[in-house]
């Protein structure tokens, strides 16, 4: 088992060029989630997907978008990129939904001039 | 508002040198604490779940603890490849930042 799988690894854009970050795991899992992380700070949520079909709010949602395509896959998708939005992403899922340990990908390093 | 502590922020060890970390916490509603262990470059990799005060867990040279209010990850003779960040994150029931607040992390280096 692959486990969570993240798509791209690294990606540079410019400021107002549009991305979408991939993600899929192949654990059956229910939940999936999407985080950032930045130095000097702890993960931070910024949407999950409890089951499939829904989807909601984390802590830092602003200027992002997801999508639940089905139980696999959660993409997250950055309309007009912001140098704030500059970060590490990292997906993460778990079996049972929000209670349930969270398993995470390997990340996506994302830098917006 | 539901916070997670981690300290030391920065922990350097000679390779056998016993320490622990610890994870401090006030929040609303807890319904476990887990620990990670992060790589540079890489996520997270979960290590433990502890669910109650008293709970303890073990795995190789690391045992994890849990208080009503704090954690601690106590690693017994480490070695170099210990070195890590190993995180903190609290469960929380209905939090409004979500449901896994992390800490900020223990950047662990271990000396041969």
């Known amino acids: 088992n692959a486990g969570v799988t993240q798509t791209p690894k690294f990606q540079v854009l410019k400021t107002g060029q549009s991305m979408t970050l991939q993600c899929a795991q192949d654990m059956n899992h229910n939940s999936m989630y999407w985080y950032r992380q930045d130095p000097g700070m702890g993960l931070r949520l910024i949407y999950y997907?409890?089951?499939?079909?829904?989807?909601d709010k984390g802590e830092v949602p602003n200027g992002y978008n997801v999508s639940r395509l089905n139980k696999r896959e959660f993409s997250l998708r950055l309309e007009s990129a912001a140098p704030s939005q500059t970060s590490v992403y990292f997906c993460a899922s778990s079996r049972q939904g929000l209670e349930d340990t969270q398993y995470f990908g390997p990340g996506t390093r994302l830098t917006v001039l | 508002e539901d916070q997670v502590t981690q300290s030391p922020e920065a922990l350097r060890l000679q390779e056998g040198e016993s320490s622990s970390l610890n994870c401090s916490y006030t929040?609303?509603?807890?319904?476990?604490l887990f620990w990670y262990r992060q790589d540079p470059g890489k996520g997270p990799e979960f290590l433990f779940t502890?669910?109650?005060a008293g709970e303890e867990k073990e795995k190789e040279r690391l045992k994890a603890t849990l208080t009503k209010k704090e954690s601690f990850l106590h690693i017994t003779a480490p070695k170099p490849e210990d070195s890590a960040t190993y995180l903190c994150a609290v469960g929380v029931y209905g939090g409004s930042q979500g449901n896994l607040i992390f800490g900020k992390g223990t950047k662990l280096s271990v000396k041969p």
């Open positions: 997907s409890a089951s499939e079909g829904t989807t």
């Open positions: 502890l669910y109650s």
């Open positions: 929040v609303s509603g807890l319904r476990g």
